[in-house]
């Protein structure tokens, strides 16, 4: 078989532990595997090189993607003929499969390709772990780390001056990363998309935190958190890509502004923006980008399209994209309700 790899949408640990297996697993299999250059771009310019055990050797712990990424959407309405393109790319390398790593938006091309009967695969990757139908998805595990250090870091500084941190994540739809970093790195507040914030909860709690003789506080906010409606007007970061999302950005500033003028106690926010998304991937992560990597490329010998392999349990199994994509995976309430019991 002619397997080709492309990579979309932001880049994140793990991304170069699951091209390796590809590779290898092929190459044990006798296949033959083609990478396309930035994502979909790739596939409409066929940006395309052969790769092998030589050329993957020594990329398990590096982070970012050796092939390349980028957020183009070959459907979008300035894009001429993508669907005729990318047809045109399969034939030209005779693929019999392509498997594609990235999040919502890359598998939703994946998904539209599968429809127009093309044989591909998608591998779950997002440091926002809110595709559905898998348990984590590669470089989120990592992304928390990352988190969960500055976290900890920040926690010196805030008490030696005595001030509030607030401190804000990546999570458009999602807050896993702000839950899950915020419990592990002790926060006082989490704030998710999923729950609507009230400032004046928020600030009550941090005043509790003072009448109990903490000094400091640390908040934790995913950058699609958003207010309760009337008490606070959230800056927009501006623009859309070309899947329409709005960039966001803002929540840290405006919260760091809101907090002290309700408060009056000394605020700073700390915005860990793209750090979360660079460096060496964890074991976990690694591992997993391992196992969907080899799982992608049986499936592919399977048969098999319009799939996702993921993590379910201990098990990695394929599922429908059309289901994976169909909603996007919230934080469970119970998990929240576990972090809220050390707020204020």
Known sequence: MRIGILTGGGDCPGLNAAIRAIVRRAVVRGDQTIGFANGWAGMLEDQARPLSIESTAGILARGGTILGTSRTNPFAQEVE???????????????????????????????????????????????????????????????????AEAIDR?????????????????????????????????????????????????????????????????????????????NLQVRSGGGRDSFGHVRLGGIGITLEEAIEQRTGFETRATILGHVQRGGTPSA???????????????????????VMVALQGTAIRTVSLQRALSAPKLVDPDLYATAEVFFG
């Open 154 to 230: 920040l926690h010196s500084t805030a008490e030696s001056h005595h001030r509030v941190m607030v401190v804000e994540v990546m999570g458009r739809h999602a807050g896993w990363i702000a839950t899950h970093a915020g419990i592990a790195g002790g926060a006082d507040a989490i704030l998710i998309p999923e729950q609507p914030f009230d400032i004046e909860s928020v600030c009550r709690h941090l005043r509790t935190r003072r009448e109990r003789g903490r000094s400091f506080s640390i908040v934790v906010a995913a950058e699609g958190a958003i207010p309760r409606a009337g």
């Open 284 to 306: 976990f992560d690694r591992v997993l980008a391992t196992r969907l990597g080899v799982a992608a490329v049986d499936a592919i010998a399977a048969g098999e399209s319009g």
């Open 81 to 147: 003929d993508g669907l005729g393109r990318i047809r045109a790319t399969f034939a030209a390398h005779a693929l019999d499969g392509l498997i594609a790593i990235g999040g919502e938006d890359t598998l939703g091309v994946a998904l539209k390709l599968a429809e127009a009967e093309l044989p591909v695969v998608g591998i779950p990757k997002t440091i926002d772990n809110d595709i559905s139908e898998t348990d984590y998805t590669i470089g989120f595990q990592t992304a928390v780390a990352i988190v």
